[in-house]
């Protein structure tokens, strides 16, 4: 049997992975009516897992964005920078769990979304913010995941 979060082998009767302590679905639970068997574990598609890795990417790129940009305000450092770099991540915030298989809008956003990571890359970077800078980047290779695997989203 293999975990189906970090993909290690594990012993059949398992109820956590010892790898990553991920719950295997081997737990039994108790009811009033006695012992319900676990239920099956379905593994995600190749098609899920990477609209899962994406979607993670791009919640953590936009919290980073709020935090990067409050930072900057609270520290009058940059503040043009700093809010920008929160609406940024808010929008990014709001967006994640769109990321689904079949979702053809993510692929429009993120196809379609150029000249805003072009304008939060400049900002960053007139404003000598290398944090923020590196958020772009950070950015621009979500893009490039989401626009590689077109066929996640059904384009």
Known sequence: MFCTKCGANIP????VCPQCGAKTGNAQTTTNAG???PQPVVPLTDD?????????HAKTCAI???????????????????VWNIVIGVRALKSVENIQVG??????????GLTMLIVGAVINFVFGLIVG??????????RDQVL????????
């Open 12 to 15: 059949d009767n398992a109820v």
């Open 35 to 37: 012992t319900v068997p």
């Open 48 to 56: 899920e897992m990477i609209a899962k890795r994406i979607r993670d």
């Open 64 to 82: 980073l964005w709020i935090v990067c940009g409050a930072l900057q305000v609270l520290t009058c450092v940059g503040i043009i920078a700093g």
């Open 103 to 112: 979702n053809r809008a993510v692929y429009d956003s993120y196809d379609n």
């Open 133 to 142: 800078c590196a958020l772009s980047a950070y950015e621009f290779y979500i």
């Open 148 to 155: 590689k695997n077109r066929h996640v989203f059904g384009a």
